[in-house]
């Protein structure tokens, strides 16, 4: 599989750059999220795809040209409260469109903005090598989230 500069990795909520390529995990307490730059709908900055068959089953269409770090860091956040609600084991593919609202995540919860903004021009200026099947061979990179804990009662 081709690799990508770098990718991140999500402790908590806040984002740490993770040197390597594409993302390989299988811990329950991760998710994998392909990030890959796209078109999106008109007034969108991001859509969120959960696939039930083809990998890689998370992915977020970004536009990378003008999204900023805080509109990455609510896709990615958008991806785990979806798998945190249905599970890993979706009955069909799900799609949601991610619009600000002017309501941001907290800055105690995110990595500082410039960071993932500087994700994003690592993803806008790379080359397009990496095949995702549906979507086609695409500028793309890989960020690993992970889930919170549930308190036990």
């Given at each position: 599989m081709p690799r990508f500069a770098e990718s991140a990795i999500c402790?908590?909520?806040?984002?740490?750059p993770l040197a390597g390529g594409m993302a390989q995990s299988n811990a329950r307490s991760t998710i994998i999220v392909r990030v890959v730059a796209s078109s999106v709908p008109d007034g969108a900055k991001s859509t969120v795809l959960l696939r039930r068959?083809?990998?890689p089953r998370n992915i977020v269409l970004i536009d990378s040209m003008t999204a900023s770090g805080a509109d990455l860091a609510l896709a990615l956040e958008t991806v785990r409260l979806l798998r945190e609600k249905y599970g890993d084991s979706?009955?069909?593919d799900m799609r949601v469109v991610t619009r600000p609202r002017g309501i941001g995540v907290g800055r105690d919860t995110v990595k500082p903005e410039h960071a993932l903004d500087s994700s994003l021009r690592r993803l806008r200026d790379g080359p397009a090598s990496v095949e995702v099947p549906g979507i086609g061979?695409?500028?793309?990179?890989?960020?690993?989230?992970?889930?919170?804990k549930r308190l036990q009662n």
């Open positions: 402790l908590g909520m806040a984002f740490l068959d083809l990998e979706l009955s069909t061979i695409v500028k793309a990179m890989d960020f690993v989230i992970r889930r919170k």
